[in-house]
Nanobody
Framework: QVQLVESGGGLVQPGGSLRLSCAAS????????MAWYRQAPGQQRELVAR???????NYSDSVKGRFTISRDNTKTTVYLQMNSLQPQDTAVYFC???????WGQGTQVTVSS
């Protein structure tokens, strides 16, 4: 079956960095665009970044210039490097195979001093 397993979340101080990973199995990873979403308490899930099968990337305005999405097809893993983290980045971050109902379980990111 399809599995997307996120890791790398945690507690970080403002201005700090984290790298999230999402390991995929059960899908032909290289043909899918992959995306990271996040959901803060009481808010809707929002798209953070997306990377196409060919490596083209898109970002939400709120993270552009601070976050970088990348993928390693040999490891069937998508990454989200998050720099200059701010308290408003606090959320559960989810991995998604684009245009599918395949989601990971989420990983908590908390930015606080």
């Amino acid at each position: 079956q399809v599995q997307l397993v996120e890791s790398g979340g945690g507690l970080v101080q403002p201005g700090g960095s984290l790298r999230l990973s999402c390991a995929a199995s059960g899908i032909i990873f290289r043909i899918y665009s992959m995306a990271w979403y996040r959901q803060a308490p009481g808010q809707q899930r929002e798209l953070v970044a997306r990377i196409s099968s060919s490596g083209i990337t898109n970002y939400s305005d709120s993270v552009k210039g601070r976050f970088t999405i990348s993928r390693d097809n040999t490891k069937t893993t998508v990454y989200l490097q998050m720099n200059s983290l701010q308290p408003q980045d606090t959320a559960v971050y989810f991995c998604n195979a684009w245009n599918t109902n395949f989601w990971g379980q989420g990983t908590q990111v908390t930015v606080s001093s």
